[in-house]
């Protein structure tokens, strides 16, 4: 049984379903326009975008539907412009958006939850040898118990 959650799609690049070693971060914050070459070259191979894409392409698919409605229907245009639709470029970008940051959100906290899973096993585990530290070591031999228990305290 393990304590990280499992994450049946691993990224091959940077993304929310691996964590990130010193050497990427760097390579991520650099100021160069090849970071973002890369990743419009590389988007095909995205785990995110293979998420996101299908709900892009229905919102865009929607939006073409309306485009084209509207212009074959002039009396429809009235009533779309009352809706106030002026923001649909914003909205179409916004789901997609909030999708993903919901993903990043939801991988972020089953990494909390699984670093409070980690520390409170070894929290538990530390108890654990002290007990037996104070247990049969103490009897036998004090200050080896006692050296014991003070790397323990220390520790966690």
């Not at 865009?60 to 074959?72: L, R």
């Not at 004090?142 to 520790?155: D, E, K, S, T």
Request: with cysteine.
């Amino acid at each position: 049984n393990t304590l990280t959650t499992p994450c049946y799609l691993i990224s091959r690049d940077s993304s929310y379903t691996r964590s990130w070693t010193n050497v990427e971060w760097e390579r991520h914050c650099q100021r160069s326009l090849r970071r973002y070459g890369r990743h419009f070259f590389n988007w095909h191979t995205s785990t995110t975008a293979h998420a996101v894409l299908p709900f892009v392409m229905l919102v865009s698919i929607w939006s073409a539907v309306v485009c084209f409605v509207s212009q074959q229907f002039p009396a429809i245009t009235y009533y779309l412009r009352k809706a106030s639709l002026k923001s649909s470029l914003l909205a179409s970008f916004a789901s997609p958006i909030a999708l993903l940051l919901t993903l990043k959100t939801n991988r972020a906290l089953d990494r909390v939850l699984d670093t409070r899973k980690a520390w409170g096993m070894m929290t538990r585990v530390t108890r654990a040898l002290a007990g037996m530290a104070c247990a049969y070591v103490a009897p036998t031999n004090g200050p080896l118990a006692l050296l014991m228990c003070r790397y323990l305290a220390i520790f966690p």
